[in-house]
């Protein structure tokens, strides 16, 4: 696969005729491989900033999940005959909740306990985007009949809601 | 070699949130010492069986421990066609010689009186997804779920949101060959799993909790359906469980009687939470890993399962797993829940057969990604036992996920499963996904292992590396078991991608022929593996020895008294009538002193009971 270094916003969509799935989809799907790409950069970063043994646990806990759901959603993406970014892809597609370079910026010069409180705050900020993302794709009736479309993000607002409520914990008793 | 690969709930996070019914107070756990992560349930190394196996759909590779494979009949034509999970299959139910098994596009009966030779009766094209079956009778219940599913069952997806079908799909199937669609019973939020909970005292009658994992429909679609934020709110549509009633003989009056709130109080990041100690009390380290932390209060269960014998059912119910009396099936009651921060999704329950314990699943990533890789860790993706106290709380056990470490090709995760009735012991079988299936002894909820295992190679090939550096699965097949179930003397996989396999239990060191016989005589005329049925083994030779063998394994009993039963057994089993009935009657006595020397006198004293019971029916 060549090397991709634009975003896929304005990649042209073509939805063959008679498909279940939409263009909502596919920019649900391409979007949030960029959103997830997001999270697991700043996942990596917590270990050598110093974090506490538990927010490390917790940052390898969304890489991993997360990892896991880009490849699904590229072999989704990539057997409907749609691009599928790659994981540089947030570094050029903003989609809600993402971090801007300033603010990332800020998390990889924190360190200790600092970092843990900035990282929780993004991270909340940033799974929330995760929501919003799919509550744009749900209020679109045609939008999630695909049933892997249907299932994935129905997995990412059970597994971020509940994350964010372990985050929001972790905030309050650091 | 060394069964025992468990974890001791120890250095992960662990909090323990006890609700306190309906007054919706939080009482906390002692924060006790902890245990250290020795110990710990580690992958094996690079020799066992299940590593390296070829990939295929239907020519992989297979490794198997204790297990053989009878027979695999591939999907039926319409289902047999691999597009992520339009076309999986999914769960299964039991009746008579009938399997029932679902699939995300409908689902298909058949018969397998010869094991070897199952014979598809009728296949029923349905978009359903996911289509998990049950059966009453002549009634098949369906869950659906999903903004594709269609009242008319057509392809092609929802149009006029008049058409749109969530809930539970109702079918006649007296003649297997001819399934009818009776009703389709709409839910606000669908039915992603549900189960049969039977009345207290009417036969004709049966509730079905519905587990929806959606958000709810707009009123606008279907009414009275409502999304809103308060739990307790009784307009809100979202933080309840489902009740439908159904008159047996009047399917078509089947309808939504309530919604249980059984999650209200269960706070979403509750201020503080206790630590459990871990296994055996060992002081532990590692503390700082041991955050207090807990997760989102739920709005819905994954997955329930009752065990109306006990009146209880324990709700998998994404970040808690519950505890709920169900003595009054239209009143559910919130008796405990727990939350672990290891666990993103509480996914389904298996009792013990004493309703002591409960071995709950977490279904980390939702079951499509390939989570039991090395670098997965072991306490995530796997079970944790509960133990149900006196008082009716849980207490956390040891963790076990499947010993072995899959490849990147194979979506893997802890999924369902059901109890293996050997007597004496706590066993389940239970599906991974393409972890395949394996054989668990849970009798010590600190110390699960594994006696046997079925595992085929990936179904796609290797990865490749991308030019950039990446690596993706070639073709992100999603396939395995969806779940394993015992029913009348073997087991049952429903396998995604590659249809329904049948496997027989063999004699291993950890499991005798003795315990399997013993397992094979106990019958169900009818089997949903979430409304679990309590088993009552009959008076007979193969569970008395049993119990004997389990003595000789544990040295739970002296080798000289082990060897003279054995032999009083085999002379009791050559007579016939009366003189059978003496013997037996003596032994039995025997047995009743030895309980006063044996190291497992519990144990013992089954025997003599199973012994008594054989003599009583002996004539």
Known sequence: ?174 | MNPARWTRVAGPTLAFIRSLGPALALSLAPVLALAPSLGAQTYPSGNDPRNGLTPGLHDAGVAAKGMRLVSSAPKPAPFDSISGLTFVNSDLAFRGNLVYQGNFAGFSIWDVSDPAKPVQLSVVECITSQGDPSIVGNLLFVSAEGRGNRKDCAKGGVEDPADHMTGVRIYDVSDPRAPRLVKNVETCKGSHTHTVIPHPSDAGVVYIYVSGSQNARPESELAGCRNAGDPADETNSLYRLDVIRVPLARPQEAEVVTGARIFTGLSPAPARAGRERGARGVPGADSAMMAQMAAAGPRNCHDVTAYPAMGLLAGACGSYGLLVDISNPERPVRLDAAADTNFSLWHTAVFSNDGSKVVFTDEWGGGTSPNCQATHPLEMGGNTTLSIGPDKKFRQHAYFKLPSAQTAQENCVSHNGSLVPVPGRDIMVQGWYQGGVNVIDFTDADRPFEIGFFDRGPVDPPLAANEDGTVSRQRGTIAGSWGAYWYNGLVYSSEMARGLDILELLPSEHLSANEIEAAKLVRMEEFNPQSQPRIVWPAAFPVIRSYLDQLVRNDGLNAARTTAIAQALDAAERQTGVRRRAALTMLGAELQADVRTARDAARVRAMAAAVRDLAEATR
């Open chain 1, 1 to 174: 696969m060549a090397h991709h270094h634009h975003g896929a916003e304005s990649a042209p969509i073509t939805i063959p005729p008679g498909a279940l799935f939409t263009e909502a989809d596919v920019r649900f799907m391409q979007g949030m491989i960029a959103h997830h790409a997001q999270a697991i950069h700043m996942s990596r970063m917590a270990e050598a900033r110093e974090a506490s043994p538990r927010l490390v646990r917790f940052a390898q806990k969304i890489d991993l999940s997360q990892a896991g759901e880009i490849a699904l959603m590229q072999d989704w993406l990539r057997a409907h005959g749609q691009f599928a970014p790659d994981t540089s892809s947030w570094r050029t597609m903003t989609m809600h909740g993402m971090l801007t370079a300033e603010e990332l910026a800020r998390l990889e010069a924190a360190r200790g306990a600092s970092f843990d409180r900035l990282f929780l705050q993004y991270m909340i900020r940033h799974h929330e985007g995760a929501l919003q993302m799919v509550a744009d794709l749900l209020a679109n009736p045609r939008a999630a009949q695909d049933v892997d479309v249907s299932v994935l993000a129905n997995d990412i607002e059970t597994t971020q809601t509940a994350e964010i409520g372990l985050m929001r914990q972790m905030l309050d008793e650091p």
